[in-house]
């Protein structure tokens, strides 16, 4: 258990609506990081948060969006969903703002566009 | 090109066999070389971290970085059934860098 817990497990939904996911992070880190994994595309970086300001972009699409807490949870709210959004959403967290820090990966949320 | 190739297998050996898995990279800049292994359905988990050149070991596991040739390895001795995952090379040139994954490669070790 890596100490990442993310929600939904399982989130199944049609084509055009929109979702949120959540990620809490490991007690003490301040960074958290979304990915998302699909078979054809491997593990893509989409954005960091480092204590509640954004501080890195990756290839997030715009219709996608994510944010930090006070608490330092995150949350990252996918909308229009099309049929290529379903895959599964990983969190990560590390202790300070630095890639060099290890990162915690989250058990994952599996998302299904219909 | 992407940025770090992997092949993504499956490869599959017997239990108890020395496991080779290669990625190979383009960013000269890269200084920072992780190996994440990722059990079906599971998050990836962090296995080996290196920086720069040269080896690392850890156990049954050890990590190699050339620099020179862009060629990052991950040996696995006396291979076991539970070592059946997905392995994941990763990279980033440090900073505020985006760490950048492989695809991965499938490995199942054969009671």
């Known amino acids: 258990d890596s100490g990442v817990t993310q929600t939904p497990k399982h989130l199944i939904t049609a084509t055009g609506q929109r979702v949120t996911l959540r990620c809490s992070p490991r007690s003490g880190d301040l960074s958290v990081y979304w990915y998302q994994q699909s078979l054809d595309q491997g593990l893509q970086f989409l954005i960091q948060?480092?204590?509640?300001?954004?501080?890195a972009k990756g290839n997030i699409l715009e219709r996608f969006s994510a944010q930090q807490f006070p608490d330092l949870h995150s949350e990252l709210n996918l909308s229009s969903l099309e049929l290529g959004d379903s895959a599964l959403y990983f969190c990560?967290?590390?202790?300070?703002?630095?890639?060099?820090?290890?990162?915690?990966f989250g058990p994952g949320t599996r998302l299904t566009v219909l | 090109q992407k940025e770090v190739e992997q092949d993504p297998g499956p490869l599959s050996v017997p239990e108890g066999a020395i496991v080779s898995l290669n990625c190979t990279y383009s960013n000269s800049a890269f200084q920072y070389f992780m190996w994440y292994r990722q059990y079906s359905r599971k998050g990836p988990e962090l296995l080996m971290y290196?920086?720069?050149?040269g080896n690392k070991e850890d156990g049954r596991f050890t990590a190699q970085v050339d620099k020179s040739s862009k060629y990052i390895s991950l040996f696995i001795r006396d291979s076991q059934p539970s070592d059946s995952a997905t392995y994941l090379c990763a990279t980033f040139s440090g900073g505020y860098q985006k760490v950048t994954f492989g695809t991965g490669t499938k490995l199942q070790v054969i009671p």
């Open positions: 948060y480092y204590n509640g300001e954004e501080r």
């Open positions: 990560a967290s590390s202790r300070g703002g630095l890639d060099a820090d290890t990162q915690y």
């Open positions: 290196t920086y720069s050149s």
